[in-house]
């Protein structure tokens, strides 16, 4: 998986660094093969923009876009709506896999 963190006209610490990657890192208990995490945050007028654009093999990629006024809080509202999406993801790509109504009571005729 490739990771990029970048941002424009803030400097991130270490410690808001590690958070990110740790949320990225955590964004494998999905097993959805993920091939690219990049994260982008800016300084917009009065906010903090925190973009994530994460791609998955064989579907769309799935992009989070949040801001607030604390940098923290938009990274941590980002996260928060990444995770979830990426639950969707799983649960829908779980699911089609799974035998429908129609098939099993086409077997129970037979």
Not at 7 to 35: G, M, V
Not at 61 to 76: F, G, H, R, W
Not at 81 to 107: F, G, M, P, Q, Y
């Amino acid at each position: 998986m490739n990771v990029q963190i970048r941002s424009k006209d803030i400097k991130l610490t270490q410690h808001l660094n590690d958070h990110i990657a740790t949320a990225i890192e955590n964004f494998k208990r999905y097993h959805l093969d993920i091939t690219s995490v990049n994260v982008i945050i800016s300084k917009e007028k009065q906010d903090v923009g925190v973009e994530f654009d994460i791609h998955v093999a064989h579907a769309q990629p799935v992009v989070i876009s949040d801001s607030d006024k604390d940098l923290d809080t938009a990274i941590d509202m980002a996260i928060e709506r990444a995770n979830k999406a990426l639950r969707r993801l799983h649960d829908k790509v779980k699911d089609h896999h799974a035998t429908s109504l129609r098939e099993i009571e086409v077997a129970e005729v037979e």
